[in-house]
């Protein structure tokens, strides 16, 4: 981003707001679609709201006007609102985002202008900064594209001009040529269009600069025309390891690849939350595509079905290695590609750093662990770092004395002295055949990657019953609904009771960042969510991140696990038997076990300002009103 724009650096009420509200509202009492009475009426519900709103969001709830008569009154009134403010105001920016942004070009260079960051970190979409920024200067907003552009009025234009200036002529109406430019404050940019054009037969509208590059592209390559030339074979490799090589630096989990209608989005997956890294050309979709198709191994001619695939990856600027699993599925504009990257650095986490609270790991070892046989289930959903929990428990069991085999799809975790299968269906090693023969490997210990059907739940059920110990893991939403699912595999209620000895239900939330990390007061509604009242949260100290260059400015920095354990002592088996529903199970566990929910054991993180309390409000399943912050705290033993 070269501009957006060459307005002034700005600063704001701490916060986030000035008078904007008002004096947009104003404009629209001018034009006629605001009653002063309704302004005096709409200002008084915001004084009494629980939760801060702007005001214009106010009036728009009320329906006093539509948003069709705001973007008019904007359009046709110069509005002399920071644009910061302006887009608090409109709803398009939060209140602490504009800080984080103020505070990112206020620590840097300030050559930087404010339109610039909010892009650059993701606050807000070019598209509608550019858009919003029409109104406030009170020119038109023109989506370009490149089939609209006149080639002969282009081709009047010196190329180096272009890009140097980044505008371009779009069409001649009425004895005026309209210019799309990216800027308008730049007079440089203005002054040569009217040079060409002319002053006086000149109108300008505002796009945004990546439409303007598109076009150049698009016409460089001849695509108006439909006769677009194959992408450079060297250039693919390089955006496609350039994506892998970001992704390792930015601690990514997954890579998002996704066709859409213009553009080929890039988003990665960091610390639980997706966050777009860039938009590519939409004509790169099928050689990126295929590229990523190569290394994986996959069908390249193949483009009507789903695939799976698997990269090995080793950078050339850190030698890091990456070991990724790619799906390709079909979408109605092409091939989406999803990368899950597994790094074979071999980072065991040890049980003890897993984040597990001191009383619950202390009876995860002695009652669940340290059991000659049975099964233990670690649940929760995609990305809830069961995995890593699972592994951490293999190498706790890991001993010259103990025969550890595990059957994986894949393998993603290397570790020393156990015998990992990684399945690979192409080649026949399938995860019934391979169930059916790990029995015969004489194993203490038996690791299954995944419970993903009956005939996977009946193999652990009877490796249990034969005396092994058998761990793994089991999608599904709290460690009850594991038991649940079970039964619903048609797994006979005695034979769950016998074997499974504990289940371990976890989340993944993002930390607080320590360096930005100031106090909190939960609003009215959060605490109406959890059904706490103010006594409940006696000696809870919740922190929110204000955001700083440490975070990239999102207030957070890594992840913490959240865990939910139930221990099935003889009370819960009896409660399994008589097949009691999952409120009763959960009931029976809470009295007899001490079992501390996940909401409970979110809840208490938040009070130590680990978590954020909107994420696990947000996040955890709220089952139950939870207990008072000093119960959780006494029996976690904190």
């Not at 996704?258 to 080929?264: F, I």
């Not at 504990?502 to 607080?512: I, M, P, T």
């Not at 409940?536 to 440490?550: I, M, N, Q, S």
């Amino acid at each position: 981003m070269e501009s957006y724009g060459n307005y002034p650096n700005q600063t704001a009420r701490k916060d986030g707001m000035d008078d904007s509200g008002l004096e947009i509202a104003s404009l629209l009492v001018k034009s006629g679609y605001l009653a002063e009475t309704q302004l005096a009426y709409a200002q008084r519900v915001k004084t009494k709201l629980a939760t801060p709103r702007t005001l214009i969001a106010v009036l728009l709830e009320l329906g006093f006007f539509s948003r069709e008569q705001l973007r008019e009154t904007l359009r046709n009134n110069m509005v002399s609102v920071k644009l910061g403010a302006l887009l608090v105001e409109l709803g398009y920016l939060k209140p602490a985002e504009l800080q984080a942004a103020l505070g990112i070009q206020r620590d840097g260079d300030n050559t930087k202008m404010l339109g610039e960051i909010l892009v650059e970190q993701r606050f807000i979409e070019e598209y509608t900064l550019a858009e919003v920024l029409a109104f406030q200067l009170g020119y038109p907003f023109i989506d370009l594209q490149a089939a609209d552009i006149d080639r002969s009025l282009l081709a009047k234009v010196p190329q180096h001009w272009l890009a140097q200036h980044n505008f371009v002529p779009v069409r001649e109406e009425n004895g005026q040529v309209l210019v799309a430019i990216a800027d308008p404050l730049n007079l440089e940019g203005r002054r040569t269009a009217e040079k060409l054009f002319g002053q006086g037969n000149t109108v300008f509208a505002i796009c945004t600069m990546k439409a303007i590059r598109d076009a150049f592209t698009l016409l460089k390559r001849g695509m108006i025309q439909g006769d677009g030339t194959a992408t450079d074979e060297h250039t693919v490799t390089g955006i496609v390891n350039s994506i892998f090589e970001e992704a390792l630096k930015e601690g990514a989990s997954d890579i998002h690849i996704e066709p859409m209608r213009s553009v080929l989005r890039v988003r990665f997956r960091r610390d639980g939350m997706l966050v777009l890294y860039k938009d590519l050309a939409k004509e790169l979709a099928l050689p990126v595509s295929s590229r990523i198709k190569v290394m994986a191994e996959a069908d390249i001619a193949e483009r009507r079905r789903h695939q799976d695939g698997r990269i090995c990856y080793e950078s050339p600027k850190t030698g890091a290695t990456l070991d990724m699993r790619v799906s390709f599925y079909i979408t109605i504009y092409g091939e989406k590609i999803v990368l899950r990257l597994l790094s074979m650095k071999g980072e065991l986490l040890d049980l003890k750093e897993i984040g597990m609270p001191a009383r619950m790991l202390e009876r995860f070892i002695d009652d669940a662990l340290d059991t000659p046989s049975g099964v233990l289930i670690v649940t929760g959903p995609t990305g809830s770092g069961k995995t890593s929990t699972l592994y951490s428990c293999v190498q706790h069991l890991n001993e010259l004395s103990t025969s550890i085999v595990t059957a994986e799809e894949p393998v993603e975790y290397v570790i020393e002295g156990i015998a990992q299968c990684s399945i690979n269906q192409k080649i026949g090693v399938t995860f019934d055949e391979t169930l059916r023969h790990i029995v015969r490997q004489d194993p203490d210990i038996i690791v299954l990657g995944e419970i993903r059907d009956s005939f996977s739940a009946e193999t652990a059920i009877q490796a249990a019953l034969t005396g092994h110990k058998v761990l793994t893991t089991f999608h599904t939403e709290d460690s009850v609904g594991g038991l649940l699912r079970l039964m619903n595999m048609d797994i006979e209620a005695f034979l769950i009771a016998s074997t499974v000895v504990c289940v371990l239900a976890q989340r993944l939330l993002r930390r607080v960042c320590p360096e930005c990390a100031e106090p909190y007061l939960p609003n009215p509604t959060e605490l109406r969510r959890i059904g706490y009242s103010n006594v409940d949260l006696r000696g809870a100290e919740f922190r929110t991140g204000r955001g700083c260059g440490k975070c990239r400015y999102s207030g957070y920095r890594g992840r913490v696990g959240v865990f939910e354990m139930l221990i099935l002592n003889e009370l819960v088996k009896d409660a399994i038997l008589s097949k009691k529903t999952s409120y009763e199970i959960r009931k029976i566990s809470t009295e007899s076990t001490g079992m501390v929910t996940l909401l409970e054991s979110g809840l208490c993180k938040a009070a130590r300002g680990e978590v954020s309390l909107h994420d696990t409000v947000r996040l955890l399943p709220r089952i139950g009103k939870p207990r008072p912050i000093a119960e959780i705290r006494r029996l976690l033993g904190e």
